[in-house]
């Protein structure tokens, strides 16, 4: 079964500055890779997935993250945080991509505090 | 947009009761969940149903069961709560067929059994 090893649980970062928050997942034939977000007192949102294709995928608010089949990771990047982007961050995966009903498994989450 | 929709924000309950946590989505969406929310454990799956009366258990079914006699409510029962299951209960939904489609989450349940 597949698992996701978040390494960071909490991450500081001064606002303007990059970020970088890893994720890497079990071995697997194919995966579909997922990071989501929640902002306090919120559900989680999608902020941006990798089904196939490119291995560099972007989100809306200038976040990006790139697939590394060698290495099992998925890290989430930015070159520059602002205060809105402190939240919750999920890596998550999905290891039957052709399985209509796979369960998605979810890392244990990066807490992201961008401090002013 | 896809909205899911749970009953409760905040709960309180005693050992002993049987909890309902109510979860409606309105997007026709085949697939549904229940997770459980705990700090450094991230999410992990109580139940999942992909179709109307069909349901699969998650990594953590036991003291839960689940109801889903429509397809659009899908319900969370804790037959006899305890403390250790004071935790935030997420619902989510995701249209079927591609496990690849996006998950949606209601903004979560905060349980707390005294």
């Known amino acids: 079964a597949q698992s996701v090893t978040q390494l960071d649980s909490q991450v500081p970062v001064f606002e303007e500055a990059p970020v970088e928050l890893r994720c890497n997942y079990s071995?697997?034939?194919?995966?579909?890779l997922f990071w989501y977000v929640q902002y306090p007192n919120q559900g989680l949102q999608l902020l941006l997935k990798?089904?196939?294709?490119?291995?560099l995928v972007e989100s809306i608010n200038g976040f990006e993250a790139e697939f590394n089949k060698s290495q099992t990771s998925f890290h989430l990047r930015k070159p520059s945080v602002h205060i809105s982007d402190t939240a919750e961050y999920f890596c998550?995966?999905?290891?039957?991509?052709?399985?209509?009903?796979?369960?998605?498994?979810f890392g244990p989450g990066t807490s992201l505090s961008v401090i002013p | 947009d896809v909205k899911v929709t749970q009953s409760s924000r905040y709960l309180v309950k005693r050992t002993g009761e049987k909890v309902f946590l109510e979860c409606v989505q309105d997007?026709?969406?085949?697939?549904m969940f229940w997770y459980r929310q705990d700090p450094g454990l991230g999410l992990r799956l109580i139940y999942f149903?992909?179709?109307?009366?069909?349901?699969e258990k998650g990594d953590i079914p036991e003291g839960y069961s689940v109801s889903r006699e429509k397809k659009e409510r899908f319900s969370l029962i804790l037959e006899s709560a305890s403390t250790n299951q004071t935790s935030m209960y997420l619902c989510?939904?995701?249209?079927?067929?591609?496990?690849?489609?996006?998950?949606?989450f209601g903004e979560g349940s905060w349980l707390t059994v005294v």
């Open positions: 997007m026709d969406h085949e697939n």
């Open positions: 990798y089904l196939s294709g490119s291995t």
């Open positions: 989510a939904s995701r249209e079927g067929g591609n496990s690849g489609n996006t998950i949606y």
């Open positions: 998550a995966v999905s290891d039957s991509p052709y399985v209509a009903y796979d369960k998605v498994i």
């Open positions: 071995s697997s034939v194919s995966v579909y």
């Open positions: 149903s992909y179709d109307v009366k069909m349901k």
